[in-house]
């Protein structure tokens, strides 16, 4: 499948999507939104992806943002359906039963910033900026980046970041906990690789669960989610990787994984 505004392309057990508006430094406009929705339900449904890694066309930006054109012509009702439009596909990215990484390769601002947030792991090249500059513009971060800083830096660095719009270079960015990992330019995707191929070396069934229960820790309460975690463990007791992965340890032999439920 091919798409006007972005690259997917199949590797080893994952997808990698490239945001491909070099031009406009990734810019996300209606169009790019669309793929990206579409490009993420094709990875969500083929069983032989494992997880997807986002990244940006070129050496300059993961994503500038919402396209300021698109954004410029909005009024109070169109406004509301912009946003919830583009929270849709970041609670999908956040949502989609997979890792999804973000592999942030220059600027990611704004709704840029805010794919970033969705995803579940985040590295970053040394020339890479974040930061929602929205007020800037006269706006607020609109694609669920109220909401998701203040739950990953808490809300003293989030009113920091979000109230003065400026951004912050990759290195701070890792201070505070919001990016993962920073490493060269060069060898971003390789960073994201070698992640990936440890978590696929061990069972996906528990890595699938493992991710629904950490989603868990922010939406349920801790009562909730304490009971949650204890009915995915109970479930994986069942499945074909626990028995595989607990006598091959006591076997002293690596682990098989079938990865199924
Ligand atoms: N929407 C639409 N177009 C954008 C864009 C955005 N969010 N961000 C960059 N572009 C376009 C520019 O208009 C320019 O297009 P042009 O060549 O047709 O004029 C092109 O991308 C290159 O950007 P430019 O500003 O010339 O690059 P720069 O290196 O001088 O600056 C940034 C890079 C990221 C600092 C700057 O582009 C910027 O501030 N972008 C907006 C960031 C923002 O406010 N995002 C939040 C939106 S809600």
Known sequence: MSYLTLLSEKKL??????????????????????????????????????????????????????????????????????????????????????????????????????????????????????????VSLGTLPGYGGTQRLTRLVGRAKAAELILAGERISAQDALAIGLVNDVVSQDNLLARVERFIQVMLSRSQTAVREALSAILAAEELGHIEGMHYEAERFAALCDTPDFKEGTRAFLDKRSPQFQHQQ
């Open 13 to 134: 057990g994952y997808t990698l999507i490239t945001l491909n508006r070099p031009d406009k430094l990734n810019a996300l406009n209606g169009q790019l939104l669309a793929d990206l929705h579409h490009a993420l339900v094709q990875a969500q449904h083929d069983s032989t992806v494992h997880a997807v890694v986002l990244t940006g066309s070129g050496t300059k930006a993961f994503a500038a943002g919402a396209d300021i054109s698109e954004l410029h012509t909005l009024d109070s009702h169109s406004g509301l359906a912009f946003s919830e439009r583009g929270q849709a596909v970041m609670n999908l990215i956040e949502h989609l039963g997979k890792p999804v990484i973000a592999a942030i390769n220059g600027f990611a601002l704004g709704g840029g910033c805010e794919i970033a947030l969705a995803c579940h792991l985040r590295f970053a090249s040394d020339n890479a900026y974040l930061g929602l500059p929205e």
